[in-house]
């Protein structure tokens, strides 16, 4: 194996908690030589501000996507340098800028829009979801970051996810997003085209089916699933399943694969 894509939240940490074992589990892929990309649905920071909060909680530098980065990427490559109505947090709006787009937080009355991007937003208001519904109205792409029903936190506690926020658009406007985030194979395709590696020599590392594991497989590379995170019934699956990174490590190592 020449990469390795790991999930952050779940895998790495729980909100400010370090999943234990965990950076040293990265440096070993490192000292392997192994490529290295943190990949996240998370949608609240740039992929600067995830690599400096991983690395101030002891990390090894790595590549980082998160789906604000892959929202603003796919407008870009699709569609060129559009107007875009953030519902979201100033990470979304940050990458969203750095692309080369107009990005307007909503909650102010703007309507006029190419898109509404939607990811997680721990502010969102009855506004916000009425600019976004009116927007859409007048013709703006939905795009959703990601539709997670839950982010991991601290002491195993869960709060509500993008897919909360995404859920409060799509119900009222009916329409359904297009998903640049896991289970869609668009963001870990564009961490293969950053690491430069082909899908068949990359493991991808989450701690959910349904999204890390889904998205890996549709992009045609290897999986195994952590059970650091929220996936507790594994019943039916057929998947390599380890307790946590550093068991995972342990075995690539003992492999020497
Ligand atoms: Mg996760």
Redesign the pocket.
């Known amino acids: 194996m020449k990469g390795i894509i790991l ?5 790495l940490v729980r909100g400010k908690e370090i999943i234990k074992g965990s950076p040293e589990a990265v440096r070993s892929f490192l000292g392997r030589g192994m490529t290295v990309t943190y990949l996240t649905n998370n949608s609240t920071m740039t992929n600067e501000q995830t690599l400096m909060k991983l690395r101030s909680m002891g990390f090894p530098t790595a590549f980082v996507i998160g789906s604000a980065f892959a929202a603003a990427t796919y407008i870009k490559e699709e569609f060129g340098p559009a107007r875009c109505l953030v519902v979201g947090e100033m990470g979304l709006l940050q990458e969203l800028v750095l692309a080369g787009h107009e990005a307007i937080m909503a909650g102010d009355g703007n309507r006029s829009f190419d898109f509404v991007v939607a990811g997680l937003d721990r502010t969102l208001t009855y506004s916000k979801i009425d600019d976004a519904l009116h927007a859409i109205r007048g013709g703006a792409r939905f795009i959703a970051t990601n539709r997670d029903p839950t982010l ?1 936190v601290e002491k195993g506690e869960v709060q509500p996810g993008a897919g909360a926020v995404v859920a409060a658009i799509s119900t009222c406007s009916g329409v359904d997003p297009i998903v640049v985030g896991k289970p869609d194979p668009y963001s870990t395709e564009l961490a293969l085209k950053r690491m430069g590696l082909q899908a068949e020599e990359v493991l991808v590392v ?3 089916i349904d999204t ?1 594991i889904a998205a890996g497989r549709a992009a045609g590379c290897h999986v195994a699933l952590v059970r650091t ?1 929220d996936m507790v019934d594994l019943s039916g699956s057929s998947l390599p399943v380890y307790r946590d990174l550093l068991e995972l490590s342990e075995e690539i190592l003992r492999k020497g694969k």
Do not use: T
């Open positions: 999930d952050i939240d779940g895998v991991p989450g701690d959910r890390d995170g």
